[in-house]
């Protein structure tokens, strides 16, 4: 069974910069694409970004040109690098491994997930 834990999470400035880490334990996430995505309050979950195992990235309009998924397979571990930041970005973020290889678009590609980070922007 793969665990998954994110940091990096807390509260950022518009303008500033986070970058948020999602550690996977239990089994390597290597042959798997990766995820993100976030919940804001009142909103339903959305992704944020997928990287695929061969690392070709899938980004949501609102965040494309400021944010970038990246992983170090030799760490078992993917990276949000959030940058430019807005009010607008604050939300709980989540990371999650997918079925298979790709950076799918569709939550329900995705088998496992961490328990979540929150990201608070102010103006």
């Known amino acids: 069974q793969v665990q998954l834990v994110e940091s990096g999470g807390g509260l950022g400035q518009a303008g500033g910069s986070l970058r948020l880490s999602c550690a996977a334990s239990?089994?390597?996430?290597?042959?798997?694409?990766m995820g993100w995505f976030r919940q804001a309050p009142g909103k339903e979950r959305e992704l944020v970004a997928g990287?695929?195992?061969?690392?070709?990235?899938n980004y949501a309009g609102s965040v494309k040109g400021r944010f970038t998924i990246s992983r170090d397979n030799a760490k078992n571990t993917v990276y949000l690098q959030m940058n430019s930041l807005k009010p607008e970005d604050t939300a709980v973020y989540y990371c999650?491994?997918?079925?298979?290889?790709?950076?799918?678009?569709?939550?329900?590609?995705?088998?496992?997930w961490g328990q979540g980070t929150q990201v608070t922007v102010s103006s």
């Open positions: 999650a491994v997918s079925r298979w290889g790709g950076n799918y678009f569709d939550s329900r590609s995705y088998e496992h």
């Open positions: 239990g089994r390597s996430t290597s042959g798997y694409g």
């Open positions: 990287i695929s195992i061969v690392g070709s990235t």
